[in-house]
């Protein structure tokens, strides 16, 4: 099972920027997403990506989110701008059992410890 380890989070101001990165420990040719997880709440999907580059949002999920990945790199990245308090959260990179685009937790099968962002306002 890739092994998956999650950076770029932190402290930042409102209306800031962050690139979150996540670095697998080996190649894969799987589908790998962002997901959240605030306070309280439930893993929520942000979005995900193929092995091709094709992507795939969360309905709920403003246009300030963008994934991408470097497969030389075997680096999965998340790039936030413009945010707000509300996007405290911890976030997680995965890896997905198959290939598809998926927005669900289930589909995945491989998970990072997740990386804190905090929002100031």
């Known amino acids: 099972q890739v092994r998956l380890v999650e950076s770029g989070g932190g402290l930042v101001q409102a209306g800031g920027s962050l690139r979150l990165s996540c670095a697998a420990s080996?190649?894969?040719?799987?589908?790998m997403g962002w997901f959240r997880q605030a306070p309280g709440k439930e893993r929520e999907f942000i979005a995900g990506?193929?092995?091709?580059?094709?992507?795939n949002y969360a309905y709920s999920m403003e246009a300030r989110f963008t994934i991408s990945r470097d497969n030389a790199k075997n680096t999965l990245y998340l790039q936030i701008n413009s945010l707000k308090p509300e996007n405290k959260a911890v976030y997680y990179c995965?890896?997905?059992?198959?290939?598809?685009?998926?927005?669900?937790?289930?589909?995945?099968?491989?998970w990072g410890q997740g990386t804190q962002v905090t929002v100031s306002s």
């Open positions: 080996s190649s894969t040719t799987r589908t």
């Open positions: 990506i193929d092995r091709n580059g094709d992507t």
């Open positions: 995965a890896v997905a059992k198959g290939l598809g685009l998926y927005s669900d937790v289930d589909p995945y099968d491989s």
